[in-house]
């Protein structure tokens, strides 16, 4: 079988890969779960995780190849590594955000932390545009409303490069 995607993420969990990989399965389309390999009694002195919990889950998340593992408390995420959401419209943008920052929280000019701690960037198509648009003036006036937003809202900024 060809490799169809050579890189792909694996999130580190303590121990909640399998709920976090439910979620985020429901949140996307053309998402589904893969495979589930559970812990057995082996190894239980080293990994101390009951016999049964979900060890790691393959899944995709819109067509693309993910790996989620209970690997214990000793790594947690940060926004140093974050999964970038493009978005076609404002219907998208408010979707994906409204679902992963219940129970996270709202970080400013398109991020957030899932209720996983997992960061992601849920920005429109054409987020670059909007960063540097070819009039300096517009895209100052661009660049300071994002910087204001928690949840970019594109017709904001539609509207700044109208009235410029």
Not at 137 to 149: D, Y
Request: charged share 20%; aromatic share 12%; hydrophobic share 35%.
């Amino acid at each position: 079988m060809p490799i169809t995607q050579r890189i792909s993420n694996c999130l580190w969990f303590d121990r909640q890969a399998e709920e976090a990989v439910r979620f985020y399965t429901s949140v996307f389309m053309n998402s589904e779960i893969l495979s589930i390999e559970r812990y057995g009694k082996e190894g239980f002195e080293h990994h101390q995780m009951p016999e049964g919990t979900a060890m790691s889950v393959s899944f995709t998340l819109d067509r693309q190849n993910f790996l989620a593992l209970n690997g214990g408390p000793e790594f947690t995420f940060n926004e140093a590594i974050s999964m970038v959401i493009t978005c076609e419209n404002q219907t998208e943008i408010d979707h994906f955000w409204n679902s992963l920052t219940e129970g996270g929280q709202e970080r400013m000019c398109g991020w957030l932390s899932d209720r996983y701690g997992v960061s992601w960037q849920v920005v429109p198509h054409n987020f670059k545009h909007y960063l540097s648009h070819p009039n300096p003036e517009i895209a100052s006036k661009m660049r300071q409303s994002l910087f204001s937003m928690k949840k970019i809202d594109i017709n904001i900024l539609d509207e700044i490069g109208k009235n410029a």
